[in-house]
């Protein structure tokens, strides 16, 4: 008969997995009574024990979280999201006693699992948080079977519930973006995202779909415009290629009011850019609508109406999950749900009756 499993003997115990993996590494948390009972329960089942563990630090408790960033905007200096990102998973860190150790991805799949069998060789880390796009199959599969638990911040693969994640709904944020923009009476809609077969493009462009469906407006095929950059060149390159293809007004009538939703506020400010070179009106003949709430979004004139995106609490939440699972405190696959607000500023008509839109600062 194959032996119970650590976790099956915590719950036969009454006690939780962790106690039995602190007890295991002499963990100062756990009572030296308590550590005796784990033992004598192991030794019943034959586990061996290593004669030396009792004098031994818990080493594995203040071991560091490797944070893992596939192609950051620039550097991770100028990257405002994972920067918050960051700062997040290291409020959380300073309070657990363990350090962070920051690294980008290479590109290349055999680069990268030479960069991780690197510093699992060379570094004491108990756990991954791991974000950024694009990030391959392959790659995502190597880091979800590395030899410590990984924490993904967003959805990865075709079959992205399998693994550990912290996750905005980008579906969600997807479809207030749609109410609103309906709600402020614009009449022609478009879509600026990047590539569709990753996860944060296609959801967002989903869920904008949905608002979109559920107001009784519609966005035509021809109206989703994809590049594979996010940044504001891009942006800006698809508002020029869109107004150069709009037809004129005709005098004396109103044009239609056109909205987009860009989904980056990298893409959004582009956007801006163009529209006021221009000499586009917003938000009063174009909507224009971001996603993430960078600090730039409330600075750019005007203000950026944008889906606000909680990127401490995201880092915070990826930490804690990394090591929770790392300490069996956790059992995966586990997923997190971060929901979205909508936050209403300048770049977009005030509108009324949204649902559950939220006015930012």
């Given at each position: ?10 719950h ?10 602190r ?13 005796r ?23 594995r ?149 949905q ?37 004129p ?98 770049s ?9 839109v939220?006015a930012?600062?």
């Amino acid at each position: 008969m194959p032996k119970p499993s650590l976790r099956s003997i915590a719950h036969a115990m009454g006690v939780s997995p962790s106690t039995v993996s602190r007890a295991l590494r002499n963990s100062p948390r756990i009572s030296e009574s308590r550590k005796r009972q784990v033992r004598e329960m192991l030794a019943v089942y034959g586990y061996p024990l290593d004669p030396a563990a009792g004098e031994r630090t818990d080493e594995r408790e203040r071991s560091a979280v490797a944070f893992l960033i596939a192609n950051p905007q620039g550097n991770l200096n100028s990257d405002s999201f994972f920067t918050e990102v960051i700062r997040g998973a290291v409020r959380f860190l300073n309070e657990a006693g363990r350090s962070l150790l920051v690294d980008t991805l290479a590109e290349g799949e055999g680069d990268l699992t030479r960069q991780l069998e690197s510093l699992l060789a060379s570094q004491r880390v108990s756990a991954l948080v791991v974000g950024g796009i694009p990030l391959p199959d392959r790659c995502v599969e190597t880091l979800a079977n590395a030899s410590v638990p990984a924490v993904f911040i967003g959805k990865y693969t075709q079959n992205p519930f399998r693994f550990n994640a912290v996750l905005p709904d980008n579906v969600e944020g997807g479809r207030l973006v749609g109410l609103h923009l309906t709600a402020c009476g614009y009449e022609e809609f478009y879509y600026f995202g990047g590539d569709l077969h990753i996860h944060t493009f296609s959801d967002r462009l989903n869920g904008y779909q949905q608002g979109l469906k559920e107001s009784g407006a519609r966005l035509p095929a021809e109206n989703v415009l994809i590049s594979p950059r996010i940044d504001q060149a891009a942006g800006y390159r698809l508002a020029k290629m869109l107004l150069s293809r709009l037809t004129p007004g005709v005098p004396g009538q109103n044009p239609a009011r056109r909205a987009i939703f860009a989904a980056t506020d990298w893409m959004a400010a582009g956007v801006l850019r163009a529209l006021a070179e221009e000499g586009r009106a917003v938000p009063e003949e174009f909507g224009v609508v971001g996603y993430s709430d960078l600090e730039l979004a409330s600075h750019i004139i005007p203000a950026l109406t944008t889906v606000r995106v909680n990127m401490d609490q995201l880092g915070y939440l990826a930490a804690r999950t990394a090591v929770d699972l790392a300490s069996l405190t956790l059992a995966g696959p586990i997923q997190i749900v971060q929901q979205p607000v909508l936050a209403i500023r300048e770049s977009s008509a005030q509108s009324q009756g949204t649902g559950n839109v939220q006015a930012g600062a």
